[in-house]
């Protein structure tokens, strides 16, 4: 009985429900943060302390996604985890590296060529030249997606191998290779100094190996701690890595940097509600579906940024800075939080349009109970898009079409060299919860 209890309650943690009970509990924590304490790290006014509006606005966007997530629930109802039999057609063993191969060995060219075009790239990472690094354009733009599309086979390959239940040494094999991907994938990450683009690959790591441990009923409370405090120290470790690697070595900047990138988006969310903050392109949709104006490929061949009259992504992310300064407020931490970002375009509907990303976060929550590979390759991301509801609103970026692409190519991958396989129940004992 107390397991099943711990199983329901790291299943319910691990869901839309509970990631979203642990953002809004970080959004509590910024309404309380202590004014004075806040404004000497920050160095700009606090104007998050129990604000009214921010309470109000915030809690009206989480009650509106969770009710998109319950609404899928209730009209589309999937009691417990679902495991099909897995039948290749081929070898275990090529069947998952047959598409991880390829893309490893894409983004290790990638990665080559990108400390290639950029001779003192290597040298400004060891002399804490970060600024310089994220200030270069040809740095970010290279290959710039590269990495998500293996990061997305990698989360299929990790769920696939636990279904197929490798052993000896066609498990080694496997586990090599798609340690040598993530590694691949985390020198992407560092070269370019992306935090955002890092923490989704622990996110979904932690977020597989926990799902997994659900579908075959082994989790307890155990488990649960054990992966958070694992989550938080190599989040912490990283994060603090890129901090120094920017140039960032003395605690008071340490400490002004942790508020910056957490709690710090609520008070100037809490600016922008009180028409304190303004940005000269709200209003024109860019921050809802960001991959409309900024996938040059889709540009290629629709040119929405032209048709819709937005400007290039280097415009829009710099205007941020210069609003934020003129707004009074730190101009080196620019977020507003992911609701804060649907507000700018569409003010105090914004909930509506949060309805509907619950919805979608519902169905990828389906879809992953199921065992489909639309929920094997998005909920991870869709996992660490509600986590970080405190930075921006990543859900509908170019990151989500492409590892969208990847799980229809993957649908197909599968449709050819996979024998079905009624799907069954992974345990009598869950189909029960």
């Not at 994220?134 to 740095?139: G, M, R, S, T």
């Not at 636990?162 to 090599?176: A, E, F, N, P, W």
Request: glycine share 8%; aromatic share 16%; net charge positive.
């Amino acid at each position: 009985m107390e397991n099943g209890h711990q199983h329901r309650l790291l299943r319910y943690l691990i869901s839309p429900y509970g990631l979203a009970t642990v953002s809004y509990v970080v959004f509590v924590t910024a309404m309380l943060f202590p004014p004075r304490l806040y404004s000497s790290v920050m160095d700009e006014p606090n104007f998050m302390f129990l604000d009214p509006a921010s309470v109000l606005f915030f809690t009206l966007c989480t009650a509106f996604f969770v009710a998109g997530v319950w609404l899928v629930g209730v009209a589309f109802p999937v009691v417990a985890f679902i495991d099909r039999p897995l039948h290749p057609k081929m070898s275990p063993v090529m069947f998952l590296l047959l598409p991880l191969l390829p893309l490893l060995a894409l983004n290790l060219l990638s990665n080559f060529l990108l400390i290639q075009n950029n001779p003192t790239l290597v040298d400004l990472l060891f002399s804490q030249g970060g600024n310089e690094i994220k200030e270069q354009l040809e740095v970010q733009g290279t290959f710039g997606l590269t990495s998500i599309y293996l990061l997305g086979i990698i989360w299929w390959v990790g769920w696939r191998s636990d279904q197929l239940q490798l052993r000896g040494r066609q498990r080694r094999i496997v586990k090599t290779m798609q340690y040598l991907a993530t590694a691949s994938v985390v020198i992407s990450t560092t070269l370019k100094l992306g935090r955002g683009e890092l923490m989704p690959v622990v996110t979904g790591i932690a977020v597989i190996y926990i799902l997994r441990q659900l579908v075959r009923w082994e989790a307890g409370s155990a488990l649960a701690f054990r992966t958070i405090a694992v989550f938080t120290v190599v989040i912490a470790a990283a994060f603090l890595l890129f901090s120094f690697i920017r140039g960032t070595s003395d605690t008071d900047k340490m400490a002004s940097d942790i508020v910056g990138y957490t709690v710090c988006s609520y008070n100037h969310m809490a600016a922008l509600l009180a028409g304190r903050l303004h940005y000269p392109y709200a209003g024109r949709g860019i921050y809802l579906f960001s991959f409309l104006g900024f996938n040059n490929v889709l540009n290629t061949l629709i040119p929405f940024r032209e048709l819709l009259s937005w400007p290039s992504f280097y415009d829009a992310w710099q205007s941020e800075f210069s609003s934020t300064w003129r707004a009074g407020l730190n101009g080196y931490s620019i977020w507003v939080g992911a609701f804060g970002y649907i507000f700018a375009d569409l003010g105090w509907w914004a909930p509506l349009f949060v309805f509907f990303q619950g919805v979608l976060c519902g169905s990828v929550w389906r879809a992953v109970k199921r065992g489909q590979i639309f929920g094997i390759v998005l909920y991870p991301w869709v996992a660490f898009c509600i986590l970080f509801w405190m930075g921006t609103n990543y859900l509908l970026d170019n990151k989500f079409i492409v590892l969208l692409i990847d799980a229809v190519a993957l649908t197909a991958y599968e449709w050819l060299f996979v024998v079905r396989a009624t799907p069954t129940i992974s345990s009598d004992r869950l189909a029960k919860l």
